[in-house]
Structures are given as C-alpha cells and as structure tokens.
C-alpha cells in the first residue's frame, strides 16, 4: 500500500441489523408491569424457583431461588422450553400459569405448589420473594499481611 489513506465505504457505513426469521416463539422475558406468579418445589430443596406471567406484555419467564441452588438451575433448564410449547400453542401467560397449576412437573425439577398462584407488583418485588434481590459482589480477596 502506499502512505496514502485507504478508506472504503464498507468501513464507515452504518451497519443494518435485522432480526432474521425462524428461531423458537416465546413470551417476552420482562416487564415493568405486575407478574402473576407460582412456585415450583422438589422434596430435596424445597421451593426451587418461580414461573411468572404477565398478559399486559405478553412475558412469562422462570425466576429461580438462589439458595436451592443447582436444583433451581436445573429446573430452570426443564420449565423455559415448557413456557415455549405453551407460547407456540398460542397460549396466555396467565392461562399457562393457570395450566401448570394443575400439577405439572414433578421429581428434581420440582412441582408446581398448589394453592401459591400470587401476585407481586414487579420483577424485582419477586426477585425479592425469590432471594435474589442482593447485588452480586466478587469473592472478597485474602487480607495478606506485612512481614
């Protein structure tokens, strides 16, 4: 190349992005709106997390409770692809809260709690509820000291 500047067009346009079609159909995963919610517990751990829904955004989504540890995980692993069969089946959240009340799951993964169907005035009130309303802070590091 010579010492002259080289640009081209392709590096100083605007890049257009666009959502490509296809993919899994599924709620909206937030909303600052009120959530329905119920939760979801196992024998080993106990409440494991929450499945939340909300009409007004169309959202629903799994909240899991921090100190049910890798069971929370885990169960969130089986109720996210189960809030997607109900979306691609054309199906309210509050409707899909209103079904997996009637016992679905069970095991590990946890069973919905018949009777919890409650109403928090947020995602971050049922954080809250769920425990994981802490900021997360790294691991304190090790005071060393002076010889």
Not at 84 to 89: H, I, L, M, P, Y
Not at 135 to 140: E, F, G, I, R
Request: proline share 7%.
């Amino acid at each position: 190349m010579s010492g002259q500047d080289w640009t081209s067009p392709r590096l100083s346009e605007d890049m257009e992005l666009s959502v490509a079609p296809g993919g899994p159909v599924r709620y909206a995963r937030t909303t600052d709106k009120a959530v329905e919610y119920v939760a979801v517990a196992n024998e080993e751990s106990g409440v494991l997390g929450y499945l939340w829904a909300c009409d007004a955004d169309d959202a629903a989504g799994w909240q899991d409770r921090p100190a049910a540890g890798r069971d929370a995980s885990n169960a969130g692993g089986f109720w996210i692809p189960k809030l997607r069969e109900f979306k691609a089946r054309g199906v309210s959240p509050s409707q899909m809260l209103a079904e997996l009340a009637q016992g679905a799951g069970g095991g590990r993964i946890g069973q919905v709690v018949p009777g919890s169907r409650a109403l928090a005035s947020g995602l971050a009130a049922l954080k809250e509820i769920a425990g994981d309303d802490k900021p997360k802070q790294p691991p304190a590091s090790p005071v060393t000291r002076g010889r």
